[in-house]
């Protein structure tokens, strides 16, 4: 079975109605990094909406259950604080979180101290939908991007990606931009034009 070892990191992206929503817990895509040079306020309810969205992204890729809960467990136990968890962890004190493990502890609080979460997975690539993997062999186009672009525009191929970027369906994705949809647009022409050279070499 083929596992991949990704690295995932999760940004909290402030939004414009000063509410939080999973949409944006996506990951950043090359040259998208976010340009502010000072970590937000995170609040509970933003810790627990990660974590929560996490726990969302392991169960798409069909992953440990047990983790799954864990992540669930943790974000319901950051709501269920009486205080903020920055000033519990500003005092030098272990959240009270009962089952809260070693490393969720250390995630939570580089979330509090940089406004980004790592997480790493292994994950076999046999669980996931064809139509997925089929983007995955798209330069630029990793996990967590294949599966937004086929389950929130129904993109499933190289094809389908350049049309979503000629009528600029990329940009209005929360984590994308103008910049990464011309990317993207590239990256999917370089990829139609070597399988158009190929089936014509064959023809030969």
Known sequence: MSIMQLTQTIHIVPTTQGKFSKRLLQPTLPGMEPEETAPPITTNRQIAEVLSGIADLIEAQKGNPYRIQAYRNAARGVLDLQESAAAILARGEQLPIAGLGHRLR?????????????????????????EVRNLMAIEHVGLYTAIRLHEELGIDSPEKLWRATQQQRIRNLPGFGVRSEARLKEAAERV?????NVRLDGAA
Do not use: C, W, Y
């Open 192 to 196: 139609m034009k070597r399988n158009k």
């Open 106 to 130: 250390a995630r939570i609080a580089e979330l509090i101290d940089h406004g980004t979460m790592t997480i790493f997975d292994g994950v076999s690539l046999q669980t996931l939908p064809q």
